[in-house]
């Protein structure tokens, strides 16, 4: 049966052969429009609701929560970057064993699962706690040195109703690593997704163009141009993908033929979206025009890859579709509606960056005196 695979840098798919090298039945029809269709779902929900929660994420003064942002530079140095490391993947794999190997990466994702489920829990789980529940106020605060010169490195702020999703997230962890199972999977790839997307800031669009312009050649190159992807995706077993069933109609929850989507073509473009909803936010006219604009280029691209998949029956660098669509869509809507300016011009600073607050407050003085000046008058 055919089963896509996915590259756990940037979920490249490939419908050519089994994972395992058997020979199976082929899939049905349904399965194979039930699992992609399931996909696709899966995909828009962490850049949807990841792309609210930025935007919460940019204005909030909870240091815990802070976003990441992502410069020109670092866009620039991030495809060499994965380029070293899936090639540094693909050598540790053909030199010593990959159940040891697996083993340690099994360990290091459950904890980060376990925290960013938790994370994404935590608003949700809110709404059930009642209102007499105990809810007492914890920080974490780790600093290096003393006195004045004293930094902090760890200053994490959380509740008792925090621990509660902790410890239920734990309990997928848990299952997770004794079972494997795809759907234990799912919750923490779509927990990675979505707090990648909610806490991973591009600081303009310009920024956005460059990362996802050198992930776009980073991503045709070791896809059609080695072996290595498509080698690392079959060793390499984390949560770092999203995966559905082709055979579920079939086995039920025990399937396993199943088609995957890597989290990279979710949290790379989605990003990118995100971007665009904080941009169309800063605009103040009560539209989300470039956001929708480019979520609906984003289903686009996400679709066209499925399709050609199926059609030449080959691996396919889902960023060769995603890239040009969820740039070019958004572009062409700016340049119709005479706000190409606007859109480059915009920018964001850094919550962490103590210039960029520095420079805010000094616009803000000026501001308000020039409004005084201008009552005065």
């Known amino acids: ?51 609210l929660r930025s935007v919460r994420c940019a204005r909030g003064k909870n240091a815990s929560d802070m976003p990441e942002t992502i410069t020109s530079r670092d866009a620039a140095r991030f495809p060499i970057i994965a380029s070293c490391t899936l090639l540094g993947l693909y050598l540790f794999f053909k030199i010593f064993s990959q159940e040891y190997i697996n083993l340690l990466l099994s360990m290091y994702f459950f904890v980060l699962g376990i925290l960013a489920l938790s994370h994404t829990i935590s608003p949700f789980m809110n709404k059930f706690f009642p209102a007499n529940f105990p809810n007492q106020q914890y920080q974490l605060l780790f600093t290096q040195g003393s006195g004045e010169n004293k930094e902090e490195i760890i200053n994490y702020e959380f509740d008792t109703k925090d621990l509660v999703c902790l410890a239920l997230s734990s309990i997928v962890g848990v299952w997770y690593l004794l079972r494997k199972h795809w759907i234990a999977n799912n919750l923490f790839g779509l927990a990675f997704s979505l707090n990648g997307v909610e806490l991973l800031h591009l600081n303009n669009v310009s920024t956005g163009c460059i ?60 990003i990118f979206i995100a971007l665009l909803l904080r941009f169309d936010i800063s605009l103040k006219k009560n539209t989300h025009t470039y956001f929708y604009t480019s979520f609906a280029a984003y289903i686009f691209g996400l679709g066209l890859t499925i399709f050609i998949m199926h059609i030449f029956k080959h691996a396919q660098p889902a960023l060769l579709y995603l890239v040009p669509a969820c740039i070019g869509f958004p572009v062409l809507v700016a340049l119709a509606k005479g706000e190409v300016t606007e859109m480059f011009s915009y920018e964001e600073s850094s919550p962490k960056d103590p210039a960029a607050v520095t420079e805010s407050k ?13 009552k005065e008058k």
């Open 1 to 51: 049966m055919d089963s896509a695979l996915s590259d756990p840098h940037n979920g490249s798919a490939d419908a050519s052969a089994a994972a395992n090298g058997t020979t199976r039945p082929p899939s049905t029809p349904e399965g194979i429009a039930l699992a992609y269709g399931s996909l696709l779902l899966m995909a828009l929900l962490p850049i949807f609701f990841g792309a």
């Open 211 to 270: 990362l996802l312009g050198g992930l776009f050649i980073y991503d045709v190159f070791w896809v059609f141009g080695t072996n290595v992807m498509v080698t690392v995706a079959k060793s390499f077993e984390a949560p770092i993908k999203l995966v559905f069933p082709q055979d579920l109609l079939e086995k039920g929850l025990e399937a396993d033929n199943f088609a995957m989507l890597g989290l990279g073509d979710v949290v790379i473009p989605g």
């Open 362 to 374: 000094e616009a803000t003085e000026a501001s308000a005196s020039k409004g005084l000046e201008k």
